[in-house]
C-alpha cells in the first residue's frame, strides 16, 4: 500500500517518496459512541439525502402540514358535526326503508336487530369515508391525539429477555465477526476505543477476508495483535486532526448543509440533510461562484476532508490541487504534499505521470505547456515533443529533465550528439532516425513548435523550481499520478502568486495525467477523488472528453469556477454536459446563470391568473345601488374571474440565479453513477 507500492510499475521512470512520518493522532474531541453511531438507521433515500437519522417524509402529510391549526381543527369540527346528522338520517332512513319493503316485521328478532346493526355500520362508514376525508380526520389524529396518548402513558412494560438480547445483539458493531468466527477479534475490539475511520477500515478488510476463508485465520490474527490499529494506513494514521462531525463513513457521505423547505426543492429533499458520496462524485462536480461565496470553505474543504478520511479507512485516495493559500486543509491531512517553487518541499512532480508509453507523455505534456491561445498548435507541439521524447527513452531508460528537453527542443549541437550516441549504442538509432531527421529538418523555421515550446519549458527551469522536476534521480522524489490504486492523500501546492503561469501549466498537466491514470487503473476497488480549487486553467478539449469516462471507472473530479467567462466558449457546453452534478453560488453572473437554466431545463407549474371585469349584471336595482356605491366610495364594483392553468417555467431563470440567492446558498443539482438524477436544490451550506 502507499506509494512504496508502486515502485514495482516502472522503476526507471519515477522514484516513488517513502511513505511520511506517522502522523499523531489528536485527542477525541468527545467520546465516541460506537455501538449508536454503527447501529444508527440509515433509510434508503434518492441521492444527495444525509440518510444517518434520516427520517422518511410522507409527501402526503408533508401537503397537510402545510394547514394551520385552527382552521385544521374547526374544518375537522364542522365535518364532525354535519357527519353525526347525516349518520342520524341515513340509519333513520335506512330503517325506513327496511320496514316498508316488510324486511323486520317478517323476520325473527334476532334477524332484526342483525339488519339493524348492519344498516348502522354500513351508514357510519360511509360518514366517516366521505366526512373524515373533508375535514382531515386522519391528520388530527396524527398531529393531536397521538401526542396526546403517548403523554398519558406513564410507564411501559419491560422488555422480555428475548427483546433485550436482540436489542443488544443490533447495537453490537461486531456481530458479523462474532457469527463469521473471529469472536476472539470481536472480543479483543470490545476494550478499545474504536472509532469510525477503524471500523469501516477493519469492516472493509473482514470483507476481504470473507472472500476467500483461507485469509480468516490472518484476519484473526491481525486484530489480536494490533486492535483497533489493524490494518492500519501505510502513514498509521487513524483520523485527522480537526476534522468536522459531519461525516458518515459507513457510506461515505460528507453533510455539507440543509436542503430548504421551498416549492422550488422536491418533496423528499425538503428540510433534510444534504450530502454527497462517491455514488454522485463519480458523476463529477462543477461548482462556479465568485470569490468568497464559500465554494472552497463549504464544498472544496469539506470534500477533500471527506476523500482524506476515506483514504484512512481503506476506500478511496484524493488528489487536492490548489493555491499554496488555500484553505484545502492543513499538511497533517496528507501523505504527499508537493509545492513546487518552495526549497523546504519534500516531494517533487513527475511532469510525465511515470507513463509507460513515451508518446502519451510527451502527448499530455505539450498540451499542458501550451497557453490558451496557441491551443490551434497543439498537433504540431505534440508531434515535436513526441520526436524528442520517445528517442530519449529509447536511449536512457528514463524520460528527459527539463533542462535536458529544453536543450533537445531547441536544437542544442551537444545534447543532440549525446542522443545520437546512446540510440546507437542502445542499438535503436534505426527505429528513431526518422524523427530526428525531421526535427533537423523543421529547426530554425518560423513555424518551428520545438522553439515555442523550449520557450514555454523555460519558465520550469528556473532556480525556484531546482530538483522538483528532475527525472534522473537527484532532485526530490517524484510523485506520479499512477498510484492512484492505493489510499493516498496528495495535496499540490501551486505558486500561483510567484509563478502564475507555471501554476496554470502545471495544473493543466496534473488534471490530464489523473484523468488519464483513473481511466487506466486496474483495481478500481477504490474510488479516486480530485478537487481543484480553482480549474479555470486546467481544462481543455481533451480533458472534457476524458471527464465522461470516469463515470465507469469509479472516480470523479470536483471543479471550481469563478466565471464561466474564464473558459474558452467552446468548451463551456461541452463541460456542462460531461459532469453530472452542477453548483451555482450567490452573486454568478447572469450569461453564467443562463447556461445553468438551459442545463435544468423547465418544469411543469399550476399558474392562477385573476381577471377583474366592471360588474354590469343585473337590473335597474342593483345598476343603480352600483351608481350609488360608485358616488360614495369612489370605487367601480368590479367582478372577479380566477383561471388555473398548468405551464412550462424554468426551474431556476439566470435572473434568479445571479439576484435571488441568499449568502451562504446553493443551488445544487446532482446526477449519480445509475443514472438517477435530482433536479436543482436550493441548499443552506452554513449548517
Known amino acids: 500500500m502507499g506509494l512504496d507500492g508502486a515502485r514495482s510499475h516502472d522503476e526507471r521512470t519515477t522514484a516513488t517518496p517513502r511513505t511520511p512520518m506517522p502522523h499523531p493522532r489528536p485527542p477525541a474531541r468527545v467520546p465516541f459512541d460506537l ?41 375537522a369540527g364542522l365535518n364532525a358535526v354535519v357527519g353525526w346528522l347525516a349518520y342520524v338520517y341515513g340509519v333513520e332512513v335506512a330503517k325506513y326503508g327496511t320496514t316498508f319493503i316488510g324486511v323486520l316485521p317478517t323476520r325473527s328478532a334476532f334477524v332484526a336487530i342483525s339488519v339493524v346493526l348492519t344498516l348502522n355500520v354500513l351508514v357510519a362508514g360511509i360518514v366517516i369515508k366521505v366526512f373524515g376525508r373533508m375535514g382531515r380526520w386522519p391528520e388530527v389524529w396524527r398531529r393531536y391525539a397521538l401526542p396526546l396518548l403517548s403523554r398519558t402513558v406513564t410507564e411501559e412494560a419491560p422488555a422480555t429477555e428475548e427483546e433485550q438480547s436482540e436489542a443488544a445483539r443490533q447495537r453490537d458493531p461486531w456481530t458479523v465477526l462474532r457469527q463469521g468466527g473471529a469472536a476472539v477479534a470481536a472480543g479483543r475490539l470490545d476494550g478499545e476505543a474504536v472509532g469510525d475511520v477503524d471500523y ?23 486484530v489480536s495483535l494490533r486492535g ?48 454527497l458520496d462517491p455514488v454522485v462524485l463519480g458523476t463529477s462536480l462543477l461548482a462556479v461562484g465568485p470569490a468568497g461565496t464559500g465554494k472552497t470553505a463549504r464544498l472544496a474543504r469539506p470534500v477533500a ?30 501523505d504527499v504534499v508537493i509545492a513546487p517553487g518552495d526549497p523546504a518541499s519534500r516531494y517533487g512532480l ?35 515533443l513526441q520526436q524528442m521524447v520517445g528517442p530519449f527513452h529509447a536511449a536512457f531508460g528514463r524520460y528527459p529533465g527539463v533542462r535536458e528537453l529544453r536543450a533537445l527542443l531547441a536544437g542544442d549541437p551537444e545534447s543532440l550528439e549525446a542522443l545520437v550516441k546512446g540510440l546507437r549504442a542502445a542499438g535503436r538509432l534505426g527505429s528513431f532516425e526518422r524523427d530526428l531527421e525531421h526535427r533537423e529538418h523543421q529547426r530554425g523555421r518560423a513555424d518551428d513548435p520545438g522553439a515555442l515550446l523550449a520557450d514555454r519549458l523555460a519558465l520550469l527551469d528556473r532556480p525556484a523550481f531546482e530538483g522538483a522536476f528532475a527525472t534522473d534521480g537527484t532532485g526530490r522524489p517524484p510523485f506520479a499520478m499512477r498510484v492512484l490504486d492505493h ?33 487506466s487503473r486496474g483495481d478500481r476497488s477504490l474510488f479516486a477523488g480530485l478537487v481543484v480549487d480553482d480549474a479555470s486553467a486546467a481544462l481543455d478539449a481533451g480533458i472534457v472528453r476524458g471527464l465522461q469516462r470516469l463515470r465507469g471507472a469509479n472516480a470523479g473530479v470536483v471543479l471550481l469556477l469563478r466565471t464561466l467567462v474564464d473558459l ?53 336595482v342593483r345598476r343603480a345601488g352600483r351608481l350609488g356605491r360608485k358616488a360614495l366610495s369612489g370605487t367601480t364594483a368590479q367582478t372577479e374571474s380566477v383561471t388555473t392553468r398548468e405551464v412550462e417555467r424554468l426551474r431556476w431563470s439566470p435572473s434568479d440565479l445571479a439576484h435571488a440567492l441568499p449568502a451562504g446558498h446553493a443551488v445544487v443539482s446532482l446526477t449519480a453513477v445509475s443514472g438517477e438524477q435530482v433536479p436543482p436544490l436550493l441548499v443552506d451550506l452554513r449548517g
Open 35 to 75: 455501538a449508536a453511531w454503527a447501529s444508527a438507521p440509515r433509510p434508503e433515500a434518492d441521492p444527495g439525502v444525509f440518510r444517518q437519522d434520516h427520517r422518511q417524509l410522507d409527501p402526503d402529510r408533508a401537503e397537510a402540514a402545510k394547514v394551520p391549526t385552527w382552521p385544521l381543527l374547526l374544518r
Open 200 to 222: 469501516v477500515r477493519i469492516r472493509r478488510a473482514w470483507e476481504s477476508a470473507q472472500a476467500d476463508p483461507a485469509f480468516l485465520p490472518a484476519f484473526v490474527e491481525q
Open 228 to 275: 483497533a490499529a489493524a490494518f492500519a494506513h501505510p502513514s498509521e494514521a487513524r483520523e485527522l486532526p480537526g476534522r468536522a462531525e459531519r461525516h458518515d463513513l459507513l457510506l461515505g457521505q460528507v453533510r455539507l448543509g440543509t436542503a430548504q423547505d421551498v416549492p422550488k426543492n422536491p418533496l423528499t429533499h425538503r428540510s433534510a440533510g444534504f450530502a
Open 305 to 334: 476532508e471527506a476523500l482524506c478520511l476515506q483514504a484512512l479507512a481503506g476506500t478511496a485516495c484524493a488528489v487536492v490541487i490548489g493555491a499554496t493559500d488555500a484553505d484545502l486543509g492543513p499538511d497533517a491531512w496528507y
Open 350 to 384: 513527475d511532469l510525465y505521470g511515470a507513463a509507460q508509453d513515451p508518446d502519451e507523455a510527451a502527448a499530455r505534456l505539450a498540451e499542458a505547456l501550451l497557453p490558451d491561445e496557441l491551443t490551434a498548435r497543439a498537433e504540431t507541439a505534440r508531434t515535436a
Open 487 to 519: 489510499p493516498l492523500r496528495v495535496r499540490v501546492k501551486l505558486p500561483e502568486r510567484s509563478h502564475p503561469e507555471v501554476a496554470r501549466m502545471l495544473s493543466r498537466l496534473l488534471v490530464g495525467q489523473f484523468v488519464q491514470a483513473a481511466g
Open 568 to 620: 474558452p466558449e467552446a468548451l463551456r457546453a461541452p463541460l456542462f454536459g460531461a459532469v453530472g452534478c452542477r453548483a451555482a453560488f450567490p452573486g454568478i453572473a447572469p450569461w453564467d446563470g443562463r447556461l445553468f437554466s438551459e442545463a435544468w431545463g423547465t418544469h411543469l407549474v399550476r399558474e392562477t391568473a385573476v381577471t377583474l371585469a366592471p360588474d354590469t349584471s343585473g337590473g335597474i
